[in-house]
């Protein structure tokens, strides 16, 4: 029973990473399960097995990348040397893994009205994530005496990411939607690395 478990999961494994490239090389909209049964040498009805349709593909395949920027994370806490290499860390390393999947999150610029609630409860874990890791290194400073004592650094972190997520370029454009185009992705990283550095600055002494 074990081996055929394992089987099952090779076989869901190998699904989500085929998915994944196609995602990612023609998004969302431009993708069809017949493709991705293709790609795979597997019958539609197979994939179908796995996953009944290509949203709860892409799910799938949205929770295994976010598991691996969650990984990311998880795994710099407490190694930080500073507040600002922390803070530039998570800045980077978001920037970087939106350039990198960002024709994947079409299906956020196609949906962003009506976004699924899984979306949001993985969106929300990314979200937790990154006020740990940050919250957590604002605490390490704090007993380190190299900043100001924060009653509540927990919810000044979670006040600094909504005001990141809000950061966006002068174009009208970008204002009608809340999913930012590529071109504009290294203005509002520019944007997000100016706002942590007169952060960190208002907590020094």
Same mark, same amino acid.
């Given at each position: 029973?074990?081996? #055929?478990?394992?089987?099952?999961?090779?076989?869901r494994?190998?699904?989500?990473?085929?998915?994944?490239?196609?995602?990612?090389?023609? #998004?969302?909209?431009? &993708?069809?399960?017949?493709?991705?049964?293709?790609?795979?040498?597997?019958?539609?009805?197979?994939?179908?097995y796995?996953?009944?349709?290509?949203?709860?593909?892409?799910?799938?395949v949205?929770?295994?990348?976010?598991n691996?920027?969650?990984?990311?994370?998880?795994?710099?806490?407490?190694?930080? =040397?500073?507040?600002?290499?922390?803070?530039?860390?998570?800045?980077? &390393?978001?920037?970087d893994?939106?350039?990198?999947?960002?024709?994947?999150?079409?299906?956020?610029?196609?949906?962003?009205?009506?976004? /699924?609630?899984?979306?949001?409860?993985?969106v929300?874990?990314?979200?937790?994530?990154?006020?740990?890791?940050?919250?957590?290194?604002?605490? &390490?400073?704090?007993?380190?005496? =190299? @900043?100001?004592? @924060?009653?509540? /650094?927990?919810?000044?972190v979670?006040?600094?990411?909504?005001?990141?997520?809000?950061?966006?370029?002068?174009a009208?454009?970008?204002?009608? =939607?809340?999913?930012?185009?590529?071109?504009?992705?290294?203005?509002i990283? =520019?944007?997000?690395?100016?706002?942590?550095?007169?952060? @960190?600055? #208002?907590?020094m002494?």
């Amino acid at each position: 029973m074990a081996a #055929g478990n394992d089987h099952q999961d090779i076989k869901r494994e190998k699904i989500l990473e085929a998915s994944y490239q196609r995602f990612l090389h023609y #998004g969302y909209s431009k &993708t069809t399960m017949n493709e991705i049964a293709g790609d795979l040498s597997m019958s539609k009805a197979l994939l179908y097995y796995y996953f009944p349709d290509k949203s709860q593909l892409y799910i799938a395949v949205m929770r295994k990348l976010s598991n691996d920027y969650l990984k990311i994370l998880e795994d710099k806490i407490d190694t930080f =040397t500073n507040l600002k290499e922390a803070f530039v860390f998570q800045i980077n &390393t978001n920037h970087d893994f939106i350039v990198s999947n960002y024709n994947f999150f079409d299906f956020f610029r196609l949906n962003e009205q009506n976004l /699924p609630d899984s979306i949001w409860e993985i969106v929300g874990q990314v979200h937790l994530s990154e006020l740990n890791l940050l919250s957590n290194a604002i605490k &390490t400073e704090i007993e380190r005496g =190299t @900043i100001k004592p @924060i009653d509540n /650094p927990g919810e000044i972190v979670d006040l600094l990411l909504d005001a990141l997520h809000g950061i966006r370029v002068g174009a009208v454009s970008q204002k009608k =939607t809340s999913f930012p185009r590529k071109e504009h992705l290294e203005e509002i990283h =520019t944007k997000k690395l100016l706002l942590i550095d007169i952060f @960190i600055k #208002g907590l020094m002494y």
